[in-house]
């Protein structure tokens, strides 16, 4: 895939994420967005790297959906964790 489809999907994996995980998030709508961004390249670097599963070219894999979506909620909570208490209620 290339790069433009890695931010299509990040995006994506991003609402998908925030969806799966409501709240506030302390960076907004553009930060939900790019840590969506992130965590597609993060989870895909894992999915290639560490648990031995090839990224396909194809834009439609479950798997790198999956690899997309998983990377974006660690990255989301791991923000969360970091940085949740900084903005006022």
């Known amino acids: ?28 709508l553009i930060g939900t967005t790019l840590i969506g961004i992130t965590g597609a390249f993060t989870g895909g670097w894992i999915s290639a790297r560490f648990l031995d599963r090839p990224i396909s070219n194809d834009f439609y894999d479950g798997a790198t959906w999956l690899a997309a979506i998983g990377g974006s909620l660690v990255l989301l909570i791991a923000y969360r964790i970091l940085f949740g208490h900084s903005r006022p209620r």
């Open 1 to 28: 895939m290339s790069v433009i489809s890695w931010i299509v999907l990040g995006l994506l994996a991003g609402v998908i994420a925030k969806v799966l995980l409501p709240g506030r998030d302390p960076g907004g």
